[in-house]
């Protein structure tokens, strides 16, 4: 059985990490998830009060964007700075051409607004219903 192999070129607008940038994003989703964990449960295990539970925002914040960022294979810092890393970690190149850097920042800031949205969606649910 044949092995499908994953083809990453930067593509403006979709596509402008490598898969060793995919892979850390994963890592940092996981991290993040792993940090919400940890937060919901300090703040259960110290008897805070509900407005303690609005903190969860920041680590659902960084979990959301690394899995989002892995999933899409897109970097919303890179693309707003007009860069993209394909050939390993942190090796960038410029992007040069007004539209495609048009593009990366239309979706830098739909990604960042997807990020926010569910990162309060998840903060909501925690705040909202008793655990």
């Known amino acids: 059985m044949q092995k499908a ?3 990453y070129e930067y593509l403006p607008g979709t596509c402008n990490l490598g898969p060793e940038e995919v892979r850390r994003r994963y890592r940092n989703g996981f991290i993040g998830l792993f940090l919400m ?3 919901i449960l300090f703040v259960k295990w ?3 009060p509900d407005s303690y539970k609005l903190g ?3 680590p659902a914040f960084y ?3 690394g899995f989002l960022q892995a999933v899409k294979k897109f970097c919303f810092v890179y ?3 007009g860069l993209s890393s ?3 970690m942190r ?3 410029t992007i040069k051409d007004k539209d495609f850097l048009k593009q990366d920042r239309r979706t830098a800031l739909n990604f960042v607004l997807i990020v926010t949205l569910f990162s309060i969606f998840l903060t909501a649910i925690y705040y909202l219903f008793p655990i």
């Open 37 to 39: 964990i940890g937060y």
């Open 86 to 88: 394909l050939s390993g």
């Open 5 to 7: 192999i994953e083809v």
């Open 91 to 93: 090796k960038f190149q």
């Open 79 to 81: 693309g707003w700075k």
């Open 56 to 58: 969860l925002f920041i």
């Open 63 to 65: 979990s959301v964007s």
């Open 46 to 48: 110290m008897d805070l």
